[in-house]
């Protein structure tokens, strides 16, 4: 990264075979550029197959925003630091290749810094799955219920956070808490959010911007993406030196209740009732959740219920994964 830099943004994308998306990523992103201010849009790509290489030429030669970058290393964590080396412009924004963003995107960013949070260093959007198909519906709709992606990026929040998606980030912020940790496949932004914050700076989360994020499109892939989560969340706990030990005390625990339910039937007892109490956990959210958005019917609650268990038994089972893979 240059120290000499342009008022203006720089949007990191790093992608890879997303032939199928990044059409629909960049012409949202051309569509909410300002007049008068610098953009530079950098797609990072790790030397995809499937013609996405091909598109971003299309799109570099007739916008002069944007560029072409190559990502021989292939995975995400090097993508955005290679974008950050290359980025000139202030603001640098994290993006993916499969998100679309809403014409006031930049709008609402410029503001926030300016006006609405003028003492945030980094400020998110909230993400809006968009679905087709009953499967995906019901994917999205599970996302932006209260038991589902666990996390307000999802939901109509505005105020102080502690990790963004899709952030904008100062370059200070950059320059000072450094690149990305390349070992991280899968939780990287929250990691480099955690040493933001102990860097000292502040991150913020408008209820008005938007990004539209595309869910996966069957069961089996969000299963596989929510265990891979929760093996990045495992690393970086172990990283903080606390995870590990935390973990496995749990797993311990657990393991030695079951086996006392063995032999001490109000233990059993217990553990027949706390699946029942899951299910009808996960039932009234699923119900709530139709209730609350339009876009869904009740046929919608089975498949929001399945997502739902997908999501935590996923999640959960990657997690422990990660630790135990470490031992």
Request: net charge neutral.
């Amino acid at each position: 990264m240059t120290n000499m830099h342009s008022r203006g943004f720089s949007v990191v994308i790093p992608v890879l075979n997303e032939a199928g998306t990044i059409e629909g990523c960049l012409d949202s992103l051309l569509r909410a550029t300002i007049a008068d201010v610098n953009f530079e849009f950098l797609v990072v790509d790790g030397m995809s197959d499937d013609g996405t290489r091909d598109i971003v030429k299309g799109y570099s030669r007739k916008h002069s925003s944007i560029r072409l970058v190559h990502n021989e290393k292939q995975t995400t964590p090097t993508g955005f630091n290679k974008g950050f080396e290359v980025a000139t412009n202030d603001i640098i924004v994290l993006m993916s290749g499969h998100a679309r963003v809403t014409p006031d995107f930049f709008d609402h960013i410029r503001e926030l810094f300016k006006e609405r949070a003028p003492d945030a260093d980094i400020v998110g959007s909230r993400v809006k799955p968009v679905a087709d198909g009953y499967v995906q519906t019901s994917i999205a709709g599970a996302l932006m219920s209260r038991f589902g992606a666990g996390s307000k990026r999802f939901q109509g929040y505005e105020g102080y956070v502690d990790t963004v998606s899709y952030g904008a980030y100062k370059r200070e912020v950059i320059e000072t808490v450094g690149k990305v940790n390349p070992e991280l496949p899968r939780g990287q932004d929250y990691e480099y959010n955690k040493r933001a914050r102990e860097c000292g700076f502040t991150l913020y989360q408008s209820a008005e911007s938007t990004t539209q994020y595309e869910p996966r499109s069957s069961f089996l892939s969000l299963f596989k993406q929510k265990f891979g989560n929760g093996q990045g969340k495992a690393r970086i706990h172990q990283q903080d030196n606390s995870g590990p030990d935390c973990g496995l005390r749990f797993l311990t625990a657990g393991l030695g209740l079951s086996m006392l339910s063995l032999f001490i039937p109000g233990i059993f007892l217990a553990l027949t009732v706390l699946p029942l109490i899951y299910i009808l956990g996960i039932g009234a959210t699923a119900v709530e959740t139709v209730q609350s958005n339009e876009e869904l019917s009740k046929l919608h609650a089975p498949g929001i219920m399945l997502t739902l268990s997908l999501i935590h038994i996923g999640y959960a089972s990657g997690f422990v994964s990660g630790l135990l893979g470490a031992h």
